[in-house]
Nanobody, 127 residues
Framework: QVQVMESGGGLVQAGGSLRLSCTAS????????MAWFRQAPGKEREGVIC????????YSTDSVKGRFTSSRDNAKNTVYLQMNSLKPEDTAMYYC????????????????????WGQGTQVTVSS
């Protein structure tokens, strides 16, 4: 049984940093590109960043470029999301996702490409 579990969410002031972790089990972790999505109340779920199976390539949405990065440790089946210079508009539930490919596809940011989802972790940025 595949399990994807996020941790590290919380409340942080604007301008602060937070690191999310996501650990997956029940799958061959290096077979999957991993992505982070987020969903704010009343909004659609959006792709934030995707990292290839080997960690060498990543792609992010424009709103987080220069502030968010992702890394992974395949030996620990874990992917990370480092969030710096946080803004109130980053407030959302953040979801970890195993994509259907080893490399981030051109449509990685679309939910339809996700094979497995985590339950989410809440990030709240106060102004």
């Amino acid at each position: 049984q595949v399990q994807v579990m996020e941790s590290g969410g919380g409340l942080v002031q604007a301008g602060g940093s937070l690191r999310l972790s996501c650990t997956a089990s029940g799958l061959t972790f290096p077979d999957y590109a991993m992505a982070w999505f987020r969903q704010a109340p009343g909004k659609e779920r959006e792709g934030v960043i995707c990292i290839s199976w080997d960690g060498r390539r990543s792609y992010s949405t424009d709103s987080v470029k220069g502030r968010f990065t992702s890394s992974r440790d395949n030996a620990k089946n874990t992917v990370y999301l480092q969030m710096n210079s946080l803004k109130p508009e980053d407030t959302a539930m953040y979801y970890c996702a195993a994509e259907g490919y080893r490399y981030c596809s051109v449509s990685w940011f679309r939910t339809k490409d996700v094979t497995y989802w985590g339950q989410g972790t809440q990030v709240t940025v106060s102004s």
